[in-house]
């Protein structure tokens, strides 16, 4: 089946550090583009950042950057999102995301996974 | 950055109705846009990307226009499930910014 499955997420104190993970299933993984989301309860879409399937081109929101690190392993067909100095302004459902096109990212997203909630509150 | 504003930002039309949403970019991005739909509790589904392509499996009433700065999306007879959240997201090049979001609604 393919799929995109998170984890990783829950309450976290400000200032402190989580790591995302997401498994892949059903499709080449090692050969597209992949993307986190961020959607915070109610409200809408925020993309965060994105990852070449080779890792050689990688952006970031300016909200993380510096702080969040995004990663992948085509081995184990996983990718990561490393969030560091989490704020309250943090707080949202994390979702991994598929690029639409096969080794050439068009930046655009054909599957989601169910997404992970990540809270920052002391 | 490249702002993305859509309109309105709610609706509310009866069942066969033509329904259509617009979303504007600050700069211009070609046709680098896709629309999502976001069902109640449900995860983002792609509808169409480079403005007018259609995603596979999506039914037909469900068309884009558009190019630059201007795109619309269109629902030609709005049915009960299309109640939901649509969003548009430009893609020229990060950040991958998205529209505030235009939630659809049965009069």
């Known amino acids: 089946e393919v799929q995109l499955v998170e984890s990783g997420g829950g309450l976290v104190q400000p200032g402190r550090s989580l790591r995302l993970s997401c498994a892949a299933s059903g499709f080449t993984f090692d050969g597209y583009a992949m993307h986190w989301v961020r959607q915070t309860p109610g409200k809408g879409l925020e993309w965060v950042s994105s990852?070449?399937?080779?890792?050689?081109?990688?952006d970031y929101a300016d909200s993380v950057k510096g702080r969040f690190t995004i990663s992948r392993d085509n081995a184990k067909k996983l990718l990561y999102l490393q969030m560091n100095s989490l704020r309250p302004e943090d707080t949202a459902f994390y979702y991994c995301?598929?690029?639409?096109?096969?080794?050439?990212?068009?930046?655009?997203?054909?599957?989601w996974g169910r997404g992970t909630l990540v809270t920052v509150s002391s | 950055d490249i702002q993305m504003t859509q309109s309105p930002s709610s609706l509310s039309a009866s069942v066969g109705d033509k329904v259509t949403i617009t979303c504007r970019a600050s700069q211009g991005i070609n046709n680098y846009l896709a629309w999502y739909q976001q069902k109640p509790g449900k995860v983002p589904k792609l509808l169409i990307y480079a403005a007018s392509t259609l995603q596979s499996g999506v039914p037909s009433r469900f068309s884009g226009r558009g190019s630059g700065t201007d795109f619309t999306l269109t629902i030609s007879s709005l049915q009960p499930e299309d109640v939901a959240t649509y969003y548009c997201?430009?893609?020229?090049?990060?950040?991958?910014?998205f529209g505030q979001g235009t939630k659809v609604e049965i009069k």
């Open positions: 997201q430009k893609y020229n090049s990060a950040p991958r910014t």
């Open positions: 995301a598929k690029d639409i096109q096969y080794l050439a990212p068009r930046g655009c997203f054909d599957l």
């Open positions: 990852i070449h399937w080779n890792s050689g081109s990688i």
